[in-house]
């Protein structure tokens, strides 16, 4: 599996950002999806998740009511849409994708990051 994000960049504080994240391989048996940052100086934390079956989406309570996830199965496409954006949600933003793999059980896949700095 291959992710690559986009859409990062430079924005002022309660402006919006939407991230993509594009993913393309052997997708058919991805379990879960979602995105994390990581701030300098910071461990990686999750910002929000779902599994593809579309049984259950979560939100970090820093981001709950402001972003949103969604996908686009006909664009093999993961968005995070971000708005009312703070300062402290400036950090590198990573998708992941979780894979079970019969021979070697579950991998987890990353894109490269993008940078998203919120500053006036």
């Known amino acids: 599996v291959h992710l690559v994000e986009s859409g990062g960049g430079l924005v002022q504080p309660g402006n919006s950002l939407r991230l993509s994240c594009t993913y393309s391989g052997d997708t058919f048996s991805i379990h879960d999806m979602g995105w994390y940052r990581q701030a300098p100086g910071k461990q990686r934390e999750l910002v929000a998740n779902?599994?593809?079956?579309?049984?259950?989406?979560s939100y970090a309570d820093s981001v709950k009511g402001r972003f949103t996830i969604t996908r686009d199965n006909y664009k093999n496409t993961m968005y995070l849409q971000m708005s009312n954006l703070k300062p402290e949600d400036t950090a590198v933003y990573y998708c992941?994708?979780?894979?079970?793999?019969?021979?070697?059980?579950?991998?987890?896949?990353w894109g490269q990051g993008t940078q998203v700095t919120v500053s006036s």
């Open positions: 992941h994708a979780d894979q079970f793999v019969v021979t070697t059980g579950w991998e987890r896949y």
């Open positions: 779902f599994t593809t079956n579309g049984g259950y989406t």
